[in-house]
């Protein structure tokens, strides 16, 4: 499929390409538009300790690129490339080096939330970071589709976490996850509310000047039905703009990106990049229908 022609060229919708090169030159286009970014290098399940390190390495070379380059963006990681699976302790050894790194170039680092599997140790290490190692510059993504997230989200806005609410992509059973598209949207809209209320604080944090460090309040979806409602709550709250940040993924709707902007609010556009872009393509075509379309036109046109 990876050496598939036509799959690449498709895919390319959604991925800024295969180098670090080509991310930056996409997030510059971006950032000429007023967007911000979030980048990504994609990659998951490293199966050795040295893989792990690697991924770390190529990791603080984004930060570093991102700092020289004047780009206008923050870096999101999965936990299973730097080890999660393999030993949780190095994989906090890892964590604890990046946001270490992140921390001196006054950029954030956003952990992504994987599968049902990984919830439970990804969040015992985004609480080992807080709590002792006092990193600030980090934070984490709630999957509206667990039954528990609920509870995570009350937890994690306990400490002022920055969380980005997805829907969720990954395939879970009915115990653990909602299987309807109705009660994953109502779960949705509930916690984004929850968020939203926290940042009427004075103290909860807002975008940065700079657009590095996000606000409290992340609402990453593509669903108008869910953005309207983010909007509608905010008002009613009293919640200003740059609390307030959208985040959508590259080369997807573009007009209801650009839509945003023009409302004035913070939009960050999630850009992943790198050779192992095909477990991040088949994830956005089983999303959306709109996808699958997109890709089985393609194959047909000239």
């Known amino acids: 499929m990876m050496g598939w022609k036509i799959a690449r060229r498709v895919a390319l919708r959604f991925v800024a390409g295969e180098s670090l090169e080509d991310a930056i030159v996409a997030i510059q286009r971006l950032n000429s538009k007023s967007m911000i970014a979030t980048i990504d290098q994609l990659g998951e399940d490293t199966n050795t300790a040295a893989e792990a390190r690697k991924t770390a390495e190529d990791i603080l070379k984004i930060l570093d690129v991102i700092e020289s380059s004047g780009v206008r963006s923050s870096v999101s990681i999965k936990l299973t490339q730097i080890g999660l699976k393999l030993d949780e302790d190095l994989c906090g050894e890892i964590l604890a080096k990046i946001l270490s790194h992140a921390q001196q170039l006054n950029n954030f680092v956003r952990i992504d939330m994987e599968d049902s599997d990984c919830v439970d140790c ?179 046109s000239r």
């Open 122 to 300: 990804t969040m015992r290490l985004y609480w080992k970071m807080r709590e002792e190692f006092g990193f600030k510059n980090v934070g984490m993504v709630i999957q509206s589709y667990l039954y528990r997230s609920d509870q995570d989200t009350q937890s994690l806005l306990s400490g002022e976490t920055c969380i980005r609410m997805v829907k969720g992509a990954y395939k879970e059973p009915p115990e653990i996850a909602y299987p309807k598209k109705k009660d994953v949207d109502k779960a949705f809209d509930r916690l984004v509310k929850m968020i939203l209320e926290k940042a009427q604080s004075d103290s909860s944090p807002a975008i940065s000047p700079d657009g590095k460090w996000p606000p409290i309040t992340a609402v990453a979806t593509h669903d108008l039905k869910r953005i309207e409602y983010a909007i509608a709550v905010a008002n009613q709250l009293g919640v200003p703009k740059e609390k307030l940040e959208f985040q959508m993924l590259y080369g997807i709707r573009r007009d209801i990106q650009e839509d945003l902007v023009a409302q004035g609010y913070p939009v960050r556009i999630y850009v992943p990049f790198g050779p192992q872009w095909y477990p991040f393509f088949m994830r956005r075509l089983a999303e959306r229908p709109a996808n699958l379309w997109f890709f089985v036109t393609s194959l047909f």
